[in-house]
């Protein structure tokens, strides 16, 4: 089984293959298809993240689903993530990581969150994640008790990601391609 870091690199190298232009495309094939995911068209309350350039880019389904829904995003806070929501890109502001993130006060009610849309570097076919490797994810996602959709392209997708019981496995995994994976 090839080692964490070594996905990590691999998947590095293979974005270098796409410009900045074919990985929006293929972001938007992503969130189209998430659009018509019956789940998130129930839900009330949606917990996303604000794409940075190397990831499946959300900013314009956030944008659209605030309009109707309540749209949480993570804001690195310490060694943890906390909630807040996102009540437009002018409210943005760079954080850690050079991250944009909403401003305002924590949003805790966890149980509310209908479904969690959750980025990764490599997701293998059982919903297995590989994050950046600061654990953030893991450590919010162990308190998280709801359906939880992983989101890359198809390029990052790994026939088996290392996991330990520190890991938290997605619900689904879809790339541009549509859906991959239920564990």
């Known amino acids: ?66 309009k109707e829904k309540t749209v949480l995003l993570p804001v690195v806070k310490g060694d943890e993530l906390e909630l807040r929501v996102y009540t437009g890109k002018e409210c943005m502001q760079k954080g850690s990581f050079n991250i944009d993130e909403p401003q305002g006060e924590a949003y805790d009610d966890l149980i509310s969150i209908d479904v969690a849309i959750i980025p990764g570097v ?21 308190r998280l008790n709801t359906f939880k959709i992983g989101v890359c392209f198809g390029f990052q997708l790994s026939d088996e990601i290392p996991h330990s019981e520190l890991d938290v496995a997605m619900d689904e995994v879809w790339t541009e391609d549509g859906y991959v994976s239920k564990k």
């Open 122 to 142: 490599s997701f293998d076919r059982h919903g297995n994640r590989l994050g950046r490797g600061k654990g953030y994810y893991d450590r919010f996602l162990k």
């Open 1 to 66: 089984m090839e080692e964490k870091s070594e996905i990590r690199k691999r998947i590095a190298e293979r974005k270098k293959d796409f410009s900045e232009s074919e990985l929006k495309t293929l972001s938007s094939g992503i969130m189209e298809r998430l659009e018509d995911n019956v789940i998130l068209k129930c839900a009330k309350t949606v917990l996303m993240y604000y794409s940075l350039p190397d990831e499946v880019n959300t900013h314009d389904l956030v944008e659209k689903l605030s």
